[in-house]
């Protein structure tokens, strides 16, 4: 349909204008404040999944389950600690429910509890951290874009940003055990072997962060 421009609508484009110019500073600070502090959220939750996994490895080896080798509680450690910070801000943003750590929870420990299960009936199999951190992240994806659904039409995009978000962050764990066959075991190399493997919590939240911003932006 052809618009005829008059004064008056030349005028009323002109106040629409003004208006998202004066609205982009206030929305831009307010992502980066949300984006800043969810990097630093996502940091501390990868500390605290590794505290929890310490803790679980300590309590498994006092009830003697310390002889077999399960997997299992670094895929569910970590998505609780991952989970329960982001889920907090994830609550306070946009007023996500609790299924937000839930599903963190459920979607990183699944792939490792199928990966002791395999291990336990196939004994040729060779289990891979990033390859079950990377379908853990899919799963993470998946099953909190059905939550991100009622609060945007572009959800579908947090299960790529997801995946890729948790794959980056184990890379960093496979990139501390090169660290470790080159170098030699030295407390120098041990404080930057310790460095790489929490810098992916910083990457986990800026992927998932940058995407998160995106997809909430109106």
């Known amino acids: 349909m052809l ?4 004064p008056l609508n030349s005028a009323l484009d002109h106040q629409k204008f003004l208006e998202s110019k004066a609205m982009s500073p206030e929305h831009s600070q307010t992502d980066r404040r949300f984006f800043t502090r969810w990097v630093r959220g996502t940091f501390v939750g990868w500390v605290l999944g590794f505290i929890f996994i310490i803790l679980a490895a300590i309590i498994g080896d006092s009830i003697g389950m310390g002889e077999t080798e399960s997997q299992f509680i670094v895929g569910i450690g970590m998505g609780a600690g991952v989970g329960y ?26 792939p490792f509890i199928a990966s002791d299960f395999i291990g336990a009936v196939w004994s040729e199999y060779s289990f891979s951290l990033p390859l079950t951190v990377a379908i853990g992240g899919l799963l993470v994806g998946l099953l909190q874009r059905r939550i991100l659904c009622s609060h945007s039409g572009r959800a579908n995009w947090w299960v790529p940003a997801c995946f890729a ?22 407390w120098p190399v041990a404080i930057l072997n310790l460095g790489v493997i929490l810098l992916g919590g910083v990457v986990l939240g800026i992927v998932t962060g940058g995407a998160l911003v995106w997809i909430l932006r109106r």
């Open 3 to 6: 618009r005829i421009s008059t």
């Open 85 to 110: 910070i982001q889920g907090r801000m994830a609550r306070q943003w946009f007023g996500a429910s609790n299924r937000w750590a839930w599903a963190t929870v459920i979607g990183m420990g699944v």
């Open 165 to 186: 978000g948790w794959t980056l962050a184990a890379g960093t764990a496979a990139l501390s055990g090169g660290f470790l066959d080159i170098f030699p075991r030295v």
